[in-house]
């Protein structure tokens, strides 16, 4: 199907949709081509998802059908300028768009038109002749927040992906038998390098499905005997709050883990109360995500801890000066690793700042701050930057503003974090401006220029920003006073 379309080395091809197997499909077929896969996410505004498929220039564009309209507006926006490569539409598998309502695959895009995925698959079934390809070559685009808050993508290649699949199955101990439930999407480092690619190293089971559900992970872990579970904070507690939770035989699962942001004492008791050993780790997309593991039957009070670096990654604590810090004091994270990705695509600046640029240097910095017990357990304490983490999901406070500062009612505006018993953090927009604006004003006026987990849950008023000098707004003072 993609060499029909003309998708050979090297090139991209962008999808937007849900979980699915056609999309495993498409991981392995890009591989065989020596092409790109760059999954997009479908929580995107159409103006970012116009923005990223322009940096991504993809060869070839899968789409699942809710999100065709989207893509649609995406693709006829002022954020993308090149043109419309060979469309793919993934069917619903029964959704509709309502009776009045077109298919947004009905009409072609600027001349090009949408082809059904399983009209298009050519009825020619035999082995596909493959490319060569190296270690070094590119696989996957997978994207993550930029310091302005557009998605980067992270280039990791099939040298590092492979890495980061031999280095969990030793580090976490995986077995041919394992089962998983997918519960990250596959536009994630979560949906592909976490478990999926690592299972399909050791021929174990990964069980899709299109959307995260906490009754049905629960359902799937009891009848399918799932043995491993990894998932953000969220979906962890989800299903602790599921009615079924107390009636579900969570027997099988011989480990779970957190990952994405840090996980609540109260959720991880809930599972150590059903017999499940929870532990945390932590990953990111520039590095991994798979780069520490707990011990085997390691101490209860080490729960805060994300573990210990796995057996081919180096971890290290810095001070501002890149000097390594000694055990117990604070500075940011660097990892070493041969599955840390290639840097980001067309950025060279975020590059050097992230992955380094001086002949032999390795270690990639991850913006966090941490600390290393006497032990060696690592703990995570913080961002060293203003970056938050809703839902697993990244949120970058400029971003945010910029769009908030349009609202007519709004002079100036900083976003802050603030907890969330749900989502870890949230953002809370402190506004200086006309105080009649209500929070769903500024929420509706939002939810068509960001992603949902961007938009603000809370508001709060200030007569005047405070400064920390000439016209620089002061976000410690702002944080410190309403970031609660």
């Known amino acids: 199907l993609l060499r029909e379309r003309g998708v050979g080395k090297g090139d991209r091809v962008a999808t937007v949709s849900r979980n ?60 993308y300028t090149a043109g419309v490569p060979p469309l793919v539409g993934l069917p619903a598998d029964g959704a509709s768009t309502g009776d009045d309502d077109p298919t947004p695959f009905a009409d072609p895009v600027d001349g090009e038109a949408w082809q059904p995925y399983p009209d298009a698959l050519p009825d020619d079934d035999s082995p596909v002749e493959t490319v060569d390809v190296a270690l070094d070559d590119p696989h996957l685009f997978l994207h993550t927040g930029g310091s302005t808050g557009l998605p980067k993508e992270v280039v990791q290649t099939h040298g590092g992906i492979a890495w980061n699949a031999f280095n969990t199955v030793l580090s976490w101990g995986l077995r041919p038998d394992d089962v998983t439930p997918m519960v990250f ?9 976490v478990l999926t690619i690592p299972f399909f190293h050791l021929g174990g089971t990964v069980i899709i499905s299109r959307d995260f559900d906490p009754g049905e992970v629960l359902d799937l872990v009891d009848s399918r005997d799932c043995s491993v579970l990894v998932a953000v904070p969220a979906v962890l507690r989800f299903m602790v709050e599921d009615d079924d939770w107390g009636a579900t035989d969570l027997s099988s699962i011989r480990f779970a883990k957190s990952g994405g942001g840090p996980c609540r004492d109260s959720i991880i008791e809930a599972w150590a109360d059903r017999g499940v050993d929870l532990s945390q780790g932590y ?90 017990d006497g032990e060696g357990y690592y703990y995570i304490e913080g961002r060293k930057k203003n970056m938050f983490v809703s839902g697993g999901e990244n949120v970058y406070p400029p971003e945010v503003e910029n769009v908030l500062a349009g609202h007519p009612k709004v002079e100036e505006v900083v976003v802050v974090p603030v907890d969330d018993e749900t989502w870890g953090q949230v953002g809370k927009a402190v506004v ?53």
């Open 185 to 193: 999407p596959m536009f994630h480092t979560g949906g592909w390098n």
């Open 432 to 484: 200086q401006g006309d105080d009649s604006l209500t929070l769903e004003e500024l929420q509706e006026y939002a939810e068509e220029r960001l992603a949902g987990f961007k938009t603000p849950r809370h508001l709060a008023f200030v007569d005047e920003m405070p400064t920390s000098g000439p016209s620089k707004i002061d976000r410690g003072a702002i944080e410190e006073g309403y970031g609660d």
């Open 283 to 372: 990953g990111l997309t520039e590095c991994g995500p798979n780069n520490f593991a707990m011990p085997d039957d390691f101490d209860r009070e080490k729960t805060a801890s994300i573990g210990m670096p796995g057996l081919y990654v180096d971890a290290r604590v810095v001070d501002d000066e890149g000097i390594e810090l000694p055990a117990g004091e604070v500075g940011e994270l660097e990892l070493a690793s041969p599955h840390a990705g290639d840097g980001y695509w067309n950025n060279p600046e975020e590059t050097a700042e992230a992955f380094g640029t001086e002949a032999g240097e390795a270690w990639v910095s991850t913006g966090d701050l941490a600390r290393v």
């Open 20 to 79: 699915r197997p056609a999309m495993v499909d498409l991981y392995f077929a890009t591989g065989k081509l020596g092409a790109v896969l760059a999954p997009l996410s479908h929580r995107l505004a159409p103006p970012e998802l116009g923005a990223m498929l322009d940096g991504v220039e993809p060869a070839a564009l899968v789409v699942e059908e809710p999100f065709g309209a989207d893509l649609r507006a995406a693709l006829t926006g002022d954020e």
